[in-house]
Every structure is written in C-alpha cells, then in structure tokens.
C-alpha cells in the first residue's frame, strides 16, 4: 500500500479500494439475479394432452394458472390445478408448493365451448323436472322415494354426526350410508386423480369430480345431525344419486371438495 509522506493512502490505494468495493456489489447483485431467476421445468397434463412448462420458482399459482388457461382454454375461474392433492392457495409461489423438475400436475375443468355444448335436456326430461318442481315445497325427506329408505332407520355403522359444525373430511373414505336402494354406500375422494368414487357390494363408480354438474343436500327431518346428500351427474335432476345418512358437519367439505369454493355460496 502506497503511503503519503502525511501518512494518508494515496490515489492508486483510494482506487483499488474503490474497485474493490464495486466488484463486491456486484458479485451480490449477480446472486440476487440468478436466484430471481431461478426455474423449474415440469409437465402439466389436461386430458390426453402433456404440456411441459417451465416457470420462475418465484411466481405464484395465479400467475401459472393464467398460463395454462392459455394453453389448455381453460378459464380461470373454472379451473381446478392438481399437484399433490387440490391446489387451492393461488397466492402461494412454486417454491412454496414445493415444485420439482420434473414433477407432474394436473389441470381439471371444461373450456367455455364444452360448456356451451352441454346436452340440452329432452322434452321428457323437462315434463319430469316440472313435476318434481310441483312438489318442491314439500321437504325431499318426507317425500315418498326418499322416506321408503329413512323409514328404514340409520344404520348401526353410521358414523356419527354433529349438527350445526363444519369439519374437514377424514383420511379414509366415508361410510355407513345408504344408497336409494337401501345398499351400503361409501365415498373415497381420490384428490390425485380428481375423482369421486362411489362403492356399494356391488361395484365402484368412478366419477371425475369436473363432469358433477351440482351437490345438493338437505338435513333428514327428525334426525338433523344427518343429511340426504345427492351428486348431480347429468343435465337434469333426475341423473341425481342420492345418499342417505351422511353426517351434517362433513357436508360443506364434500361440496367444497368436487365442486370448488367459488361454485356454491
């Protein structure tokens, strides 16, 4: 280091100082970069079609989702984006959500012109829904297709039921139902394959949660710790399968779960 005769650095020490300092901050100012920059590729499949999609770690699922609405004509508002479960924090960032290269998602939903394109209900499905609206005042579980089965009573293996509470929907399937049958019923929601499986002895109805057309539901009179639950699979009510005796604090998850928040109040 070069030193004045007062004792002070000199010029040529002042500018490698200077230099230095520079070099520092900018070497800090690369990181910062690098790690705003910082991607990770992975495939997201709608249908039969794979798309493979690279994003910043640090942008969040809304703005992924604008993306894929771009690509798959999905709306926004329609769409239910799978990866490890239901994605439903869309303020969350990739790395938050833990996204790996090479991880697969999934996009669930119908674009605009699907919807458009639903079957139109027959004139016979019409003069049935306006029969069935004639007794709408009527409560459905005193109604007698519906009270055939009640009457019948719970089922020892009913689980219980809380009246006026909302729970989350328990890690193994829901079961001690009955179907408008009278069988035993039991639902397993398949959250990675955005499916709803309904089993009786019988067999397993696999049902993809995006084509549930509504989930409608009404507390059994007498008993209003259980509901009589139905999932509407086609364009009319009478593609409705009814469940019976399933517990009221697990009902709002069951909605909330195939049909999404921003679909019922």
């Not at 079609?49 to 969040?60: A, G, K, P």
């Not at 004509?73 to 290269?101: F, H, I, Q």
């Not at 394959?193 to 009404?218: F, H, N």
């Not at 469940?243 to 604090?249: G, T």
Request: aromatic residues 6%; neutral net charge; contains cysteine.
């Amino acid at each position: 280091m070069n030193i004045s005769l007062d004792g002070s650095p000199t010029e040529n020490a002042e500018s490698a100082a200077t230099t230095a300092a520079s070099e520092g901050c900018q070497e800090v100012q690369a990181t910062a970069t690098e790690d705003l920059e910082e991607t990770v590729s992975f495939k997201v499949v709608y249908k039969k079609t794979t798309h493979d999609v690279t994003f910043s770690l640090h942008q969040t699922v809304r703005e992924l989702k604008d993306h894929l609405g771009k690509l798959t004509g999905v709306p926004v508002v329609m769409m239910k984006l799978m990866y490890k479960g239901a994605v439903k924090d869309d303020s969350k960032t990739l790395r938050e959500l833990r996204v790996a290269n090479g991880a697969k998602m999934m996009v669930v939903g119908s674009t605009v012109n699907e919807v458009m394109a639903v079957t139109a209900p027959t004139p016979g499905d019409l003069k049935l829904t306006d029969e069935a609206s004639g007794q709408a005042k009527e409560r459905l579980s005193k109604q007698r297709p519906h009270c055939l089965i009640i009457d019948k009573g719970k089922p020892d293996d009913a689980l219980p039921a809380r009246k006026g509470r909302k729970e989350a929907l328990p890690k193994v399937p829901l079961s001690g139902m009955l179907n408008k049958l009278g069988g035993k019923v039991r639902l397993t929601f398949k959250l990675e394959v955005d499916q709803l499986w309904i089993g009786t002895r019988e067999r397993t109805q696999k049902v993809q949660m995006s084509s549930i057309q509504a989930v409608v539901s009404e507390p059994i009179v007498g008993q209003e710790e259980y509901h009589m639950l139905a999932f509407q699979l086609g364009p009319t009510e009478q593609s409705r399968y009814w469940i019976y005796w399933v517990p009221a604090q697990y009902v709002e998850a069951i909605k909330d779960t195939v049909l999404g928040q921003w679909q019922y109040p």
